[in-house]
């Protein structure tokens, strides 16, 4: 690991005032990706601000709707009652992540902002256009078993790596985001941004912003939502795909659909045609096979993915009949 | 934004810093990058705590903060001040061995010995965790600790025994 100065931020103007005072600082609160990233140099920062001590901890859900604060441990969102009750694909997809470890440690914040698990990003002694610009993407013809199927370019094909965000775009989530001019609201559907020809630009927040809070509004999928993770082992595994669904029902006929799919995009993939595709439709065996057939749309496989088409749209099918509780 | 006219802290590379181990204070001095693993093994001589991928992925490191389960390689030294850190040798009573390592020993649920202070912390976080444990939940929730000599089966039997005992 290389040497790195640290400092523990007591509040967030504090935190904002030292990110802001260098160009190659970076926040760590639960540390479980940054850790990692450091152990392999696969990013050198000069310094960490820590920002564990800031209030931005804790759920609260109030008539349907919830906040959970960005520094709030994966576990503790996992096993809140009302995010159980009104968020349960959220819970769902929390529980498939990690190991009850990483979960006690990792925050929601931290979670959100990931990077790949790329075997070539994650190798600092091969080329990469995420971690060093211009020098390549060995992803292309090489190791690309774990790589998206959707989003990427010809300088990058690195997948999101993550199950939260997936459930959280199911579930029409927004951050609140602050920086030293105060704070605003976006879409986590406006967080991630496609590689293009500037892979290391993974989102759109400016250097030195902070996610504070994610903001989920009411639904009514809470009793038909699903996430369904297809890995190599059962647990403590990252998806090669996955499914988030939520469904609003009318009886048997759907009158909403939100679905995501985790492991195949460069950013957590929404199959928004998929969901037009059902909006009020009656959910049969045959619907569901039907809609998942066309989940493979517009997919760009590789030599070593291209069994992720295959998977994503059995993977659609079988989440629509659990979800909508006809498997 | 809170207490704007508070200045921010000053950063450094290496700090003085007191980590409360099973129940004792213990002073050092540390570089910013020193893991709490490489800090209770390395500087507190704790080597009970074993250092496998340094990666989080094996949870050979597991210990408990503040009653929590967590892997010390994903942790900096710095940031565990002010919690209580349990590790394997703050577990056992006076002359006796803690319910969880009797389980172990009972079942025989250890083969080489190395991932098995951090089956046994791990243990001991589940049950605090207080979920409903059946064998599969067992096997799910130890998914975050190895074991290469495949002793699994007698792992979940300790680990069953121990709850049901209430440990």
């Known amino acids: 690991m290389l040497a790195f100065s640290y400092a523990a931020a007591p509040d967030a103007a504090s935190a904002l005032s030292l990110i802001g005072a260098d160009s190659n600082a970076a926040f760590i609160a639960g540390g479980t990706d940054m850790l990692q990233l450091l152990q392999e140099a696969v990013i050198a920062p000069r310094s960490l601000i820590d920002i564990n001590a800031l209030p931005f901890s804790g759920v609260q859900v109030e008539r349907g709707a919830a906040r959970i604060g960005a520094l709030t441990r994966l576990s503790d969102v996992a096993d809140d009652p009302g995010i159980r009750q009104h968020f349960p694909l959220l819970a769902q997809a929390l529980l498939e992540t990690a190991s009850p470890q990483v979960r006690n440690m990792a925050t929601v914040g931290g979670n959100l902002l990931q990077r790949t698990r790329c075997l070539y990003f994650r190798d600092a002694t091969v080329p990469c256009n995420k971690r060093q610009p211009g020098s390549g993407c060995p992803a292309q013809d090489g190791l690309n078993r774990i790589n998206a199927i959707f989003g990427g370019s010809e300088h990058c094909i690195a997948a999101y790596p993550g199950d939260m965000a997936v459930a959280l775009l199911a579930l029409d989530a927004d951050l609140l985001v602050q920086n030293a001019q105060g704070e605003r609201r976006i879409s986590l559907a406006d967080l991630y941004r496609l590689p293009g020809d500037s892979p290391q630009h993974e989102t759109t927040l400016a250097p030195g912003q902070l996610i504070t809070t994610v903001v989920l509004p009411p639904n009514n999928a809470a009793g038909h939502s699903h996430y369904l993770k297809l890995r190599d082992r059962a647990s403590f595994e990252w998806a090669l795909v996955s499914v988030a669904v939520a469904l609003e029902m009318d009886g048997t006929r759907v009158r909403r659909a939100r679905i995501v799919a985790g492991g195949v995009g460069t950013r957590p993939w929404r199959l928004a045609r998929i969901e037009e595709a059902l909006r009020d439709e009656r959910l049969t065996p045959d619907r569901a096979r039907q809609t998942g057939d066309l989940a493979g749309d517009g997919a760009a496989p590789r030599d070593g993915n291209a069994f992720k088409v295959p998977m994503l749209r059995r993977a659609v099918e079988r989440a629509l009949l659990t979800a909508g509780g006809i498997a | ?167």
């Open chain 2, 1 to 167: 934004m809170d207490n704007p006219g508070q200045p921010p802290p000053t950063q450094a590379s290496r700090f003085d810093i007191e980590l409360m181990v099973n129940g004792t204070g213990y002073r050092l001095a540390v570089d910013a990058r020193t893991t709490l693993l490489d800090a209770l093994r390395d500087r507190l001589h704790l080597t009970g705590t074993k250092r496998g991928c340094d990666l989080g992925q094996c949870g050979a490191c597991t210990v408990l903060l503040d009653g929590r389960r967590i892997n010390a390689c994903l942790t900096l030294a710095v940031m565990a001040q002010d919690r209580a850190i349990t590790t394997i040798e703050g577990i056992a009573g006076a002359g006796e061995l803690h319910p969880m390592q009797e389980a172990f020993v009972e079942h025989d649920a250890f083969q080489c010995g190395y991932c098995t202070p951090g089956q046994i912390m791990s243990a001991i976080g589940l049950l605090a965790e207080s979920r409903d444990i059946d064998e599969a939940a067992i096997r799910e929730h130890m998914s975050g600790n190895i074991c290469r000599c495949g002793a699994y089966t007698n792992i979940v039997a300790a680990v069953r025994d121990a709850a049901s005992k209430g440990a």
